[in-house]
C-alpha cells in the first residue's frame, strides 16, 4: 500500500470534517489520507490550519502537489473525482442541481447548528442574544420539515451528497442538541437515519460521545 499523498486538516466533532470522511470510505480512499486532527472555535485560531486555510476553518485538505482545498463542498467535489465508482455527486442534468440544492440546504442546516453551538457553548450566558438564537433554531426545524415532507423518498433512492450532508447533520444534532427530539417530529428522517446509519462509513466516522 502507498503512503497517504494528502492530509486532512479535520475534527472528529466537525460534521463538515464527517462529511469528508464519509465520502473518503464510501469511495474507498481512506488511505490515500493522513488525518490531522485540531481544535478549533472562533475565538481560538489554530495557526498551522490558518496557514492552509486563511478563514481558519476545518475541513481543509492539503494536496501533493501543495495546493490546498477548502470548504467541505469544495473538499467533496475534488475527492468525487478521484475514484473510478460511481459518483457521489451527479455530473450532469436535473439531479446534479436537485442533489446539490439538498445538500445546500443540509449545510445550512449544519452552519444554524454551529452558530448556536458557538453561541451558547463560547459566549458568555449574560451576553447571549435569545432572539437571534430562536431564529437559528427555527432554521433547523423549517429544513428538517422540508426533509420529512418533501425529500425524504428522493434521499432513500441512494446514497450521495445530499445524503452525506444531512446524515451528517442530524449526527451533530445528536452530538450537540441531544434533547431536541426532532425523531418524534420527523418520523421518516429518523427511519431513513437509522438505515444509513448502518453503514460502514457512517459507523466509522460516528463524532465521540
Ligand atoms: O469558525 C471558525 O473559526 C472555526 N470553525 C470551524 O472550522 C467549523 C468546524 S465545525 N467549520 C466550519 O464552520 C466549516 C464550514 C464550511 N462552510 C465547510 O467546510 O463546509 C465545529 C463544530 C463543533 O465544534 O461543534
Excluded at 46 to 52: H, I, K, P, S, V
Excluded at 135 to 156: D, G, W
Excluded at 186 to 193: C, E, F, I, S
Excluded at 198 to 207: C, E, K, L
Aim: glycine share 4%; charged share 20%; with cysteine.
Amino acid at each position: 500500500m502507498s503512503a497517504p499523498s494528502m492530509t486532512l486538516y479535520y475534527n472528529p466533532a466537525s460534521p463538515f470534517s464527517r462529511k469528508v470522511l464519509v465520502l473518503l470510505h464510501e469511495t474507498g480512499q481512506t488511505n490515500r489520507v493522513s488525518l490531522k486532527p485540531v481544535n478549533v472555535t472562533p475565538v481560538n485560531p489554530n495557526n498551522d490550519l490558518c496557514q492552509e486555510n486563511p478563514a481558519g476553518k476545518l475541513p481543509a485538505l492539503c494536496l501533493a502537489d501543495g495546493n490546498v482545498l477548502h470548504d467541505s463542498r469544495v473538499i467533496l467535489d475534488y475527492l468525487d473525482h478521484q475514484h473510478v465508482g460511481n459518483p457521489l455527486i451527479p455530473r450532469e442534468g436535473s439531479a446534479r442541481w436537485r442533489r446539490l440544492t439538498l445538500a445546500s440546504l443540509a449545510d445550512a442546516l449544519l452552519d444554524a447548528a454551529v452558530l448556536i453551538r458557538y453561541e451558547t457553548f463560547l459566549r458568555p450566558a449574560q451576553k447571549q442574544w435569545a432572539e437571534w438564537l430562536d431564529n437559528q433554531q427555527e432554521k433547523i426545524a423549517r429544513s428538517l420539515s422540508y426533509f420529512e415532507q418533501e425529500a425524504v423518498t428522493e434521499l432513500s433512492s441512494h446514497f450521495d451528497i445530499a445524503s452525506i450532508s444531512l446524515a451528517a447533520g442530524l449526527g451533530y444534532l445528536d452530538l450537540r442538541q441531544p434533547d431536541l427530539g426532532w425523531r418524534s417530529r420527523y418520523p421518516r428522517l429518523g427511519a431513513w437515519y437509522y438505515e444509513v446509519c448502518q453503514r460502514p462509513s457512517m459507523i466509522a466516522t460516528q463524532p465521540p460521545a
